[in-house]
């Protein structure tokens, strides 16, 4: 059984960046590729950004896009994402999940029904 555990959230100001991280345990972490997703009060959960098994492809949401970084570790089994010019509105929930992929090393979804597993979510207040 696959358990994801997120870490590195907290409390920023504006402008200010912070790097959380996601490790996986129960199986082997370069079979997945992993995405993340973030949720704010009142809202839907929303994708953020994903990687693929390769590392290769990295989607990224528009809002986050030239911000935000993802990056993977197979020999530590942790997935990164390095949040930079943090805004108020970047609040929220963020939680990380992963896809069993074994046949498209090259493949991250941006949609919350693609991943099977999921982390507890780490909180990420931004303030003004």
């Known amino acids: 059984q696959v358990q994801l555990v997120e870490s590195g959230g907290g409390l920023v100001q504006a402008g200010d960046s912070l790097r959380l991280s996601c490790a996986l345990s129960?199986?082997?972490?370069?079979?997945?590729?992993m995405g993340w997703f973030r949720q704010a009060p009142g809202k839907e959960r929303e994708f953020v950004a994903a990687i693929s098994r390769s590392g290769v492809n990295t989607p990224y949401a528009d809002s986050v896009k030239g911000r935000f970084a993802v990056s993977r570790d197979d020999t530590e089994n942790t997935v990164y994402l390095l949040m930079h010019s943090l805004k108020p509105e970047d609040t929220a929930v963020y939680y990380c999940?992963?896809?069993?992929?074994?046949?498209?090393?090259?493949?991250?979804?941006?949609?919350?029904?693609?991943?099977?597993?999921w982390g507890q979510g780490t909180q990420v207040t931004v303030s003004s």
């Open positions: 129960g199986r082997s972490f370069s079979l997945y590729s």
């Open positions: 999940a992963a896809d069993y992929n074994l046949a498209r090393p090259n493949w991250a979804s941006t949609k919350e029904r693609a991943y099977g597993s």
